[in-house]
């Protein structure tokens, strides 16, 4: 029997309604922490990535952790990208607005009301750190204009690029935009921007830079005496259903926390999580890869068993395979599917005919692959995937094909 080795990977498309856009969230039902459904784009032809970050309204590191290994500055129109659309909520009072600084997200949670927004937002470099703690806006501000601080002006000349003025009026060329939210913390801001390519980078002098759309977006609808809260979380749990996941992105650069320092971190913050839930099932094996990974994606890596008995949480020896469920956006119909955790991909397999058909992958098993339809391989979750490829008999109707451990494919014909 005559045989192709074809490599697989993604290739789907997101409707452009996807844009108008992932900012308004259903808070979670009561004991559940995470929002949002992870999401697949495949990039216009020399799209780059910032390109990419101001067409979805993305943050810029956000999409680098998701899709590590990506080429910026020239993506693949053949490859999709995740967009990590699905999130945690940060520890603590559900309220007010809180900043995460690690994740470069800033979660607003709308006064009697079931709803949450989330926007990526630029924070302050490591030399220009944004303060943690809690603060009220004090005042809003439309058009406002600049008055930057000395050790700006300074700065600015010492870095080649001319002398500030001392004011800067509202304007093109104003770098806070159109919007300011400030706050009882002197000469920290909520604000927008000028130009949009530092959204979701360490950029700022310490305040929190908005797309101009979502500052004003979010200025519509906060009161002045609304509480602002910065915080420094790099790992966050959260239960969906009875599912525990864990979110991880990289820490501060100041903080200088190793892997191992941070996989040490995750350890101590889930057996504090998992106090009220003594009889949890937890696989260590997959918090500490996802302590390595830092990709910002919400991932499983335990079930949730409440009880009443005083013991530690039940170690998962093997890494058994799970789900998360995600949208993928077509412009003909939206599918669910599972999301492969490692590595967080979908694979779509698009064969020409009349009616649609899928099945579920399951490494190292044969399946029937129809030979009519779109196939829809939804990869499963395993800890440690080998590379492979994948081998389908040709022009053989219905032939069973070996998927063997799961890794980044491509079909290529």
Same mark, same amino acid.
């Given at each position: ?64 952790? *998701? ?77 406002? *204009? ?56 360490r950029v700022t002098h310490g305040c929190m830079r908005f797309y101009p759309q979502h500052i004003e977006h979010i200025y519509e609808m906060v009161p002045t005496n609304t509480m602002v809260t910065f915080l420094n979380e790099p790992v966050k749990y959260g239960f969906l259903g009875n599912d525990l996941l864990i979110e991880v992105h990289p820490p501060l650069e100041e903080d200088e926390l190793s892997t191992a320092e941070l996989q040490n971190n995750a350890l101590a913050l889930l057996e504090k999580y998992l106090e009220p839930y003594p009889e949890s099932s937890v696989n260590y094996d997959m918090v500490k890869l996802a302590a390595q990974q830092q990709s910002g994606i919400p991932v499983i ?113």
């Amino acid at each position: 029997m005559k045989f192709k080795r074809i490599l697989l990977s993604v290739s789907l498309l997101i409707s452009s309604a996807y844009a108008q856009k992932h900012v308004e969230y259903i808070q979670p039902a009561k004991g559940d922490d995470v929002i949002g459904e992870i999401m697949y784009v495949t990039p216009k032809r020399h799209e780059s990535l910032v390109d990419l970050t101001i067409r979805y309204e993305m943050g810029y590191e956000e999409l680098k952790w *998701a899709n590590p290994g990506i080429n910026a500055w020239m993506l693949s129109d053949t490859a999709p990208l995740v967009l990590p659309t699905q999130f945690i909520l940060p520890a603590g009072k559900r309220s007010g607005i809180v900043s995460n600084i690690p994740e470069m997200r800033t979660y607003y949670f709308l006064k009697d009301s079931d709803k949450v927004y989330v926007y990526p937002v630029g924070v302050g470099r490591m030399d220009w750190k944004t303060p943690l703690g809690s603060w009220a806006i004090t005042r809003k501000q439309e058009n406002p *204009a600049w008055y930057p601080p000395e050790s700006i002006r300074k700065e600015h000349v010492e870095m080649g690029r001319g002398v500030l003025p001392k004011v800067v009026p509202a304007g093109p060329d104003n770098p806070l935009g159109t919007r300011v939210l400030r706050l009882a913390l002197p000469s920290y801001l909520l604000h927008g921007t000028n130009e949009q390519t530092g959204i979701g980078m360490r950029v700022t002098h310490g305040c929190m830079r908005f797309y101009p759309q979502h500052i004003e977006h979010i200025y519509e609808m906060v009161p002045t005496n609304t509480m602002v809260t910065f915080l420094n979380e790099p790992v966050k749990y959260g239960f969906l259903g009875n599912d525990l996941l864990i979110e991880v992105h990289p820490p501060l650069e100041e903080d200088e926390l190793s892997t191992a320092e941070l996989q040490n971190n995750a350890l101590a913050l889930l057996e504090k999580y998992l106090e009220p839930y003594p009889e949890s099932s937890v696989n260590y094996d997959m918090v500490k890869l996802a302590a390595q990974q830092q990709s910002g994606i919400p991932v499983i890596v335990g079930q949730k068993v409440a009880s009443s008995r005083s013991q530690a949480p039940q170690v998962s020896q093997q890494a058994d395979h799970q789900s998360l469920p995600v949208l993928i956006s077509t412009e003909a119909e939206t599918h669910s599917a599972p999301i492969y955790q490692e590595k967080v991909e979908q694979i779509i397999h698009q064969v020409p005919a009349k009616e649609a058909a899928s099945i579920t992958l399951q490494p190292k098993v044969n399946q029937k692959v129809p030979t009519n339809g779109e196939l829809i391989i939804q990869q499963e979750i395993r800890l440690t995937p080998d590379p492979a490829t994948i081998i389908v008999p040709e022009s053989v109707p219905d032939e069973e094909v070996l998927f063997p451990e799961p890794s980044s494919y491509r079909f290529n014909y």
